[in-house]
């Protein structure tokens, strides 16, 4: 075992490493992948890199570096940057590894040979070819963690022995500097508010404070990456906030209403679609100030030391009291909706809630399925829900659950996506099969994509652009070895899921939908 990789092994151990996934060679990945067995890290063979490094932003996705993807170089690499893209846009601290070049190698040697530093720079917060300097490995791991936390990539070769430090990003090098005395502008104008509306975003749920948000008796609303922060079960949970403004968006129902937005934690990453609010807003964080200068607020408050300020604001936020009924009368409007369109996610959603009472980790794809589950599946905590949040990235979830779950065997996972996400890393199934992961995926079905034939109402595109051919999903994971169901009205999700034995690996739900309904159910959440 060559020192290099001892030193990696032993590093990844003692920064709290837990697992690596991924699709090794016969080189330097698999002699690392047996230096982390030998210290009881484990490691989850896959079908294909990407998800090995989606898995890993899943262990990840609490703002810690838990989880570790590696790869051969050249092709194995180039398969790892969806996954590092992933991770990028959600902001999950992780770690990919691939063999390479030593970094001097001449020109003319080109077996799978890419320049792997220069197609990472722009997606990691950091890059090292792994040497023997010790102190290289740690800094790249804390540099993952500091907000905005993010991927960071190592090239390996054993033959390496070049003490170059890593590369760093500029988004890991910003310095904010607020003080105590700063906050007073802040304090003034909450203080004189009579509507305020919190905003959180998911570093709040990463942050060093810990506040009891449940005694806010003011309307909360989140960004879906920071969904259950605030529990959702509360008479002033006031919903999900993407930016698109639908009939029945909070930002149309709730903060149209306020006279002060105070954000914590919101950044443009976390939003679709990012515009300067119409009431006068207060913008409180730990990041770089080019992530809220979409909002144009008109008070900022950016310091990386925020636990006694926030403390502060929290001391003056928990005095105002509104917005009760004005939140209780928005959940009814949107109950209303959706009970107009008989069998659609929003009332699957609903069975899927009451068979598992709530209690499991809910990871979501994106499509119109998405913007619904987001809207009516309540968490208590932000543990119970893990998307693709921010990047809104087709074919997450299957890889994703998979990394829920391995890192939270004892509770289930139920892992939605629609007919774009099914595809990509469908093979995963079989992973979780093997290691008889309890995780039901639920296929929500209307046959086409559906976020795309909203976009196309109205329009004379080609049905061809979106709509797909008769598919039976459930009978590929049948085939697989894995249970399945396929409910196709009210009332018998409950059966399904009854008689599912969780021990004995997942369970595979095919829900179609009649595709214009569904639709119209979408509609008014998003424009």
Same mark, same amino acid.
Request: proline share 5%; hydrophobic share 40%.
């Given at each position: 075992?060559?020192?290099?990789?001892?030193?990696?092994?032993?590093?990844?151990?003692?920064?709290?490493?837990?697992?690596?996934?991924?699709?090794v060679?016969?080189?330097?990945? =698999?002699?690392?992948?047996?230096?982390?067995?030998?210290? &009881?890290?484990?490691?989850?063979?896959?079908?294909h890199?990407?998800?090995?490094?989606?898995?890993? &932003?899943?262990?990840?996705?609490?703002?810690k570096?838990?989880?570790?993807?590696?790869?051969?170089?050249?092709?194995?690499? $180039?398969? =790892?940057?969806?996954?590092?893209?992933?991770n990028?846009?959600?902001?999950?601290?992780?770690?990919?590894?691939?063999?390479?070049?030593?970094?001097?190698?001449?020109?003319?040697?080109?077996?799978?040979?890419?320049?792997?530093?220069?197609?990472?720079?722009? #997606?990691?917060?950091?890059?090292?070819?792994?040497?023997?300097?010790?102190?290289?490995?740690?800094r790249?791991?804390?540099i993952?963690?500091?907000? $905005?936390?993010?991927?960071?990539?190592?090239?390996?070769?054993?033959?390496?022995?070049?003490?170059?430090?890593?590369?760093?990003?500029?988004?890991?090098?910003?310095? #904010?500097?607020?003080?105590?005395?700063?906050?007073?502008e802040t304090?003034?104008?909450? @203080?004189?508010?009579?509507?305020?509306?919190?905003?959180?975003?998911?570093?709040?749920n990463?942050?060093?404070?810990?506040?009891?948000?449940?005694?806010?008796?003011?309307?909360?609303?989140?960004?879906?990456?920071?969904?259950?922060i605030?529990? @959702?079960?509360?008479?002033?949970?006031?919903?999900?906030?993407?930016?698109?403004?639908?009939?029945?968006?909070?930002?149309?129902?709730?903060?149209?209403?306020?006279?002060?937005?105070?954000?914590?934690?919101?950044?443009?990453?976390?939003?679709?679609?990012?515009?300067?609010?119409?009431?006068?807003?207060?913008?409180?964080?730990?990041?770089?100030?080019?992530?809220?200068?979409?909002?144009?607020?008109?008070?900022?408050?950016?310091?990386?030391?925020?636990?006694?300020?926030?403390?502060?604001?929290?001391?003056?936020?928990?005095?105002?009291?509104?917005?009760?009924?004005?939140?209780?009368?928005?959940? $009814?409007?949107?109950?209303?909706?959706?009970?107009?369109?008989?069998?659609?996610?929003?009332?699957?959603?609903?069975e899927?809630?009451?068979?598992?009472?709530?209690?499991?980790?809910?990871?979501?794809?994106?499509?119109?399925?998405?913007?619904?589950?987001?809207?009516v +599946?309540?968490?208590r905590n932000?543990?119970?829900?893990?998307?693709?949040?921010?990047?809104?990235?087709?074919?997450l979830?299957?890889?994703?659950?998979?990394?829920?779950?391995?890192?939270?065997?004892?509770?289930?996972?139920?892992?939605?996506?629609?007919?774009?996400g099914? &595809?990509p890393?469908?093979?995963?199934?079989?992973?979780?099969?093997?290691?008889?992961?309890?995780?039901?995926?639920?296929?929500?079905?209307?046959?086409?994509?559906?976020?795309?034939? =909203?976009?196309?109402?109205?329009?004379?595109?080609?049905?061809?652009?979106?709509?797909?051919?008769?598919?039976? +999903?459930?009978? =590929?994971a049948?085939?697989?070895?894995?249970?399945?169901e396929?409910?196709?009205?009210?009332?018998? #999700?409950?059966?399904?899921?009854?008689?599912?034995?969780?021990?004995?690996?997942? #369970?595979?739900?095919?829900?179609?939908? @009649?595709?214009?309904?569904?639709?119209?159910?979408?509609?008014?959440?998003?424009?």
């Open positions: 075992m060559t020192s290099i990789t001892s030193l990696l092994a032993n590093g990844l151990k003692s920064h709290g490493i837990t697992l690596a996934a991924g699709v060679g016969g080189g330097a990945s =698999l002699d690392l992948v047996r230096a982390m067995n030998d210290l &009881g890290i484990a490691y989850l063979p896959v079908h890199e990407a998800s090995a490094a989606i898995i890993a &932003g899943a262990l990840g996705r609490e703002g570096c838990r989880g570790a993807a590696i790869s051969i170089k050249g092709p194995g690499f $180039a398969n =790892l940057l969806p996954g590092i893209l992933s990028y846009f959600e902001g999950r601290p992780s770690v990919t590894i691939s063999e390479s070049y030593l970094p001097d190698a001449p020109p003319s040697v080109r077996h799978k040979r890419m320049d792997q530093f220069h197609s990472t720079e722009q #997606l990691v917060k950091g890059y090292w070819a792994a040497n023997e300097n010790r102190d290289g490995l740690s790249l791991l804390q993952s963690e500091k907000e $905005a936390p993010g991927p960071i990539h190592i090239d390996l070769n054993l033959q390496n022995r070049k003490n170059s430090d890593p590369k760093i990003s500029n988004q890991a090098c910003y310095q #904010l500097n607020a003080s105590l005395d700063d906050l007073k304090l003034i104008a909450i @203080e004189n508010s009579r509507c305020p509306v919190v905003v959180m975003g998911s570093y709040v990463r942050s060093r404070f810990k506040m009891d948000w449940s005694k806010l008796t003011i309307p909360v609303v989140t960004t879906a990456s920071a969904k259950g605030f529990d @959702e079960y509360s008479p002033f949970a006031a919903g999900i906030i993407t930016g698109e403004i639908g009939d029945l968006s909070p930002e149309k129902n709730i903060l149209s209403k306020a006279d002060l937005i105070v954000a914590i934690g919101l950044r443009t990453v976390e939003m679709v679609k990012v515009q300067k609010f119409d009431v006068p807003s207060i913008f409180i964080d730990e990041c770089d100030p080019m992530l809220i200068s979409g909002y144009q607020p008109q008070v900022t408050f950016l310091s990386s030391n925020l636990e006694e300020a926030m403390h502060r604001v929290f001391e003056v936020l928990s005095k105002k009291s509104w917005g009760r009924e004005l939140v209780s009368g928005y959940r $009814a409007r949107l109950e209303s909706h959706f009970l107009g369109f008989g069998w659609n996610p929003a009332n699957a959603f609903s899927l809630h009451s068979a598992l009472s709530g209690d499991c980790i809910v990871v979501l794809d994106t499509g119109l399925f998405c913007t619904i589950g987001e809207t +599946w309540r968490s932000a543990e119970d829900f893990c998307g693709s949040s921010c990047g809104r990235f087709m074919g979830a299957i890889p994703t659950a998979v990394g829920v779950s391995v890192s939270s065997r004892q509770r289930t996972v139920l892992a939605v996506l629609g007919d774009g099914i &595809g890393y469908f093979a995963e199934i079989q992973t979780a099969i093997d290691h008889k992961l309890p995780i039901i995926f639920a296929l929500m079905s209307d046959g086409r994509y559906g976020s795309i034939a =909203l976009a196309s109402v109205g329009k004379t595109q080609s049905s061809q652009a979106y709509e797909f051919k008769n598919r039976r +999903w459930h009978e =590929l049948a085939v697989l070895g894995c249970q399945t396929v409910v196709t009205a009210p009332g018998l #999700l409950q059966r399904a899921i009854s008689n599912w034995d969780r021990s004995q690996g997942p #369970l595979f739900l095919e829900l179609p939908f @009649e595709p214009n309904s569904y639709l119209e159910a979408a509609r008014p959440l998003r424009y």
